[in-house]
């Protein structure tokens, strides 16, 4: 079969459509990932959101929705152990061990085939039903308004959080909050590129718009547009005719982004500061 005969099959609309979604509120909130140095953070949500689909499928049947419950539990937990990046990855550290011991536990305990929890660890966006994709439209409606209500003052507290506090701006709940969001999307995730690779999509677009833009907005843009073609690209490779799992693809194209921007990035910064430069001196 050719790319345009599996396009027009339900699993591959379904797959581009949740792909298309993941990618957008990843790529808004990777920005936030980098500035607030919250990586590992997204490794311990990604982490445990294993422990939740195992804990989903031993009390409701359900993976998905375990995980995203255990991620949002995990999330405001790390948020109010530590605010500061040395106390939230110590937090993180010793929520990831507890968290992740529990999930095997849970999986011992699981009658049924472990397939479906395993999966979280490894992605199957190719097995995502049509109640899958509104759930993920649900979620990421969610996770855009809730970043759209947050988005001055959270930037203001990743920027400068001492000044933030100073003014009155309640940096810990802004911070739980954020943890909030980003454990639904890297719970949204999980299911295109697995908890394992999640990095891919949370982090390496906000990385390489650091590397491309300086104003808050275009680094924005620029993580959006790397997500979206990370994402979308790869899928669109894998249903190319390959056997290669769209994962490859994904994690493929995103890092290759990211070392094509270290390369080009200097080369802009340069131009910039001497635009700025001539701009200075003409005025």
């Known amino acids: 079969m050719d790319l345009g005969s599996y ?47 195992a804990a989903g499928l031993v009390l409701f049947g359900d993976p998905v929705i375990g995980a995203l419950c255990g991620s949002v539990v995990v999330a405001g937990l790390i948020g109010s152990l530590g605010d500061r990046p040395r106390e939230r990855d110590s937090s993180i550290g010793v929520v990831l061990a507890g968290g992740l011991g529990l999930g095997v536990l849970l999986l011992s305990q699981y009658q049924g085939f472990a397939s479906a929890a395993t999966s979280i660890l490894f992605g199957d966006i190719f097995a995502i039903s049509s109640g899958q994709i509104w759930l993920l439209v649900v979620l990421a409606v969610l996770v855009l308004a809730g970043l759209s209500l947050l988005y001055r003052p959270l930037l203001f507290a990743s920027v400068d959080p001492e000044l933030a506090s100073a003014s009155g701006i309640p940096t810990r709940l802004l911070g739980i909050a954020f943890l909030l969001l980003l ?26 718009a650091q590397r491309l833009a300086t104003a808050p907005l275009a680094a924005t843009a620029v993580s959006v547009g790397v997500a979206l073609v990370a994402t979308d690209g790869g899928l669109l490779l894998a249903l190319n005719g390959t056997t290669v799992p769209p994962t490859v693809f994904v994690t493929g194209i995103s890092v290759s982004a990211y070392v094509l921007a270290r390369l080009v990035g200097p080369r802009l910064a340069a131009r910039r500061a001497r635009a700025l430069e001539v701009a200075r001196r003409l005025s």
């Open 7 to 53: 396009l027009a099959l339900p699993f591959a609309q379904h797959a581009l459509i949740a792909g298309t979604l993941i990618a957008v509120t990843c790529g808004v909130l990777s920005p936030f990932v980098l500035i607030r140095q919250m990586a590992f953070a997204v490794h311990g949500a990604a982490e445990l959101s294993f422990t939740g689909a």
């Open 183 to 208: 454990a639904v999307t890297v719970t949204e995730a999980a299911q295109v590129v697995g908890t394992l690779l999640v990095l891919s999509l949370a982090i390496i677009p906000g990385a390489t």
